[in-house]
């Protein structure tokens, strides 16, 4: 059964939960009538596995495919040029519609072009990773990297629709489901403590992608999201704490120049970086660090990594685009299922944290 739930904010669209990538044609057809024009944007792996499925089911409209390599570096202004020219050819104009078939990346990158193309055209999501059916199809982010930055240039720019198909996670590797996983257990750190019973009770379903566990897991993971975003479009207040873990996370990532360290295992670090700042200011005890420590570790997600200089990854998180009037803001777990802004940490606190996680 196709769950709908809404996201709100300056424009609403709704997340269809459990629906067909066979079945995307009809809800096009009833909602924005038979003569379609439609640009599948995917990659060349997510393409083998599922463009046959949806473009088998999008017969009626005049649809084309249009497939980028397989890698975050096409989150780039250079693809974004090469796509323009690709949909020029294909005489796409400002009612053709985008559909970003893939993970994050496909995601980020679609709807940006979606954003800019002859000033903009609308875009579906249609997430094929755990990460980007919980957490980047939801709330309207879209953005290419700059070799200044990732995610530099970017705009809010909310699609038509979400179409979820949970069958997809049945071809992700493990690892890609880690990177997902770091997302829900930040989602139930932050403000779902029944998610995180969830999660330690489920762990062995989840490692073998059991379908209806998955299922649970990715709709309560995506709840969170989609309540603050819906609370908090554009950032200003609340949707700061789904940076749970990122400022210290980007941080390695950015050391490693987005190669050695994958987005959830950086994830993965920041929040025991995170837990461990907030447990030496009382925000939670031993036991409850203890038992983020510990569910992590049976994701098989890392806690610590080699030694480095921790004033190098200061710096790095001294330019984080977060950060306000000089202060770096981080957010902190208060207890399980709670977590707060904070931008009164000292860099010796800071420094401290990543000495618990730098082995
Ligand atoms: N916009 C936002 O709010 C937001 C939030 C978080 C992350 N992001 C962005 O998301 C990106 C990471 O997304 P991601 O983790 O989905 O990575 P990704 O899009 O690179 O996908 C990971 C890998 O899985 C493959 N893949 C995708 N679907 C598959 C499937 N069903 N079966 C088998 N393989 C499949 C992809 O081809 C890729 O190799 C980053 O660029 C990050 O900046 C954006």
């Known amino acids: 059964m196709t769950q709908r739930i809404d996201v709100k904010g300056s424009q609403r669209y709704p997340l269809f939960l459990g629906a067909s990538i066979g079945e995307l044609g009809g809800y096009l057809e009833e909602r924005f009538g038979t003569r379609g024009h439609y640009l599948i944007i995917t990659n060349t792996l997510v393409a083998d596995y599922y463009a046959d499925k949806l473009m088998g089911d999008l017969k009626q409209f005049r649809t084309e495919l249009i497939t980028v390599p397989d890698s975050e570096e096409e989150k780039s202004l250079n693809r974004i040029s090469k796509l323009t020219e690709q949909a020029l ?203 983020i420590v510990n569910l992590l570790l049976k994701m098989e997600l890392p806690i610590t990594i080699e030694a480095r200089d921790p004033q190098i990854l200061l710096n790095y998180m001294a330019a984080d685009k977060k950060n306000k009037a000089g202060s770096k803001v981080l957010v902190l777990p208060v207890g399980i299922g709670k977590s707060s802004v904070t931008s009164d940490c000292t860099d010796g606190e800071i420094i401290k944290a990543w000495e618990k996680v730098l082995k």
């Open 89 to 291: 050819r294909c005489r796409a104009d400002r009612d053709t519609m985008v559909l970003a078939l893939g993970g994050g990346v496909i995601g980020d990158l679609a709807g940006f072009f979606a954003s800019i193309f002859m000033r903009g055209i609308r875009y579906i999501h249609i997430p094929t990773t755990l990460l980007s059916q919980v957490d980047s199809s939801i709330g309207g982010k879209v953005a290419v990297n700059h070799p200044a930055g990732k995610n530099l240039l970017g705009a809010f720019y909310p699609p038509q629709a979400v179409w979820t198909d949970f069958s997809t996670l049945d071809t992700l590797p493990w690892d890609e489901i880690q990177n997902g996983l770091a997302e829900t257990i930040k989602h139930a750190l932050v403000s779902d403590p029944d998610l995180f019973d969830f999660i330690e009770n489920h762990t062995g379903e989840i490692k073998c992608a059991d379908r209806e566990v998955m299922k649970e897991l990715a709709i309560r993971s995506l709840s969170v999201k989609v309540k603050i975003v819906s609370e908090d479009e554009k950032e200003k207040g609340q949707r700061m704490l789904l940076n749970l873990g990122h400022s210290f996370g980007h941080a390695l990532e950015t050391d490693e120049s987005y190669k050695g360290v994958t987005h959830g295992q950086g994830v993965s670090i920041g929040i025991v970086a995170a837990a461990s700042l907030a447990c030496s200011r009382g925000l939670i005890t031993d036991m409850q660090l203890e038992r």
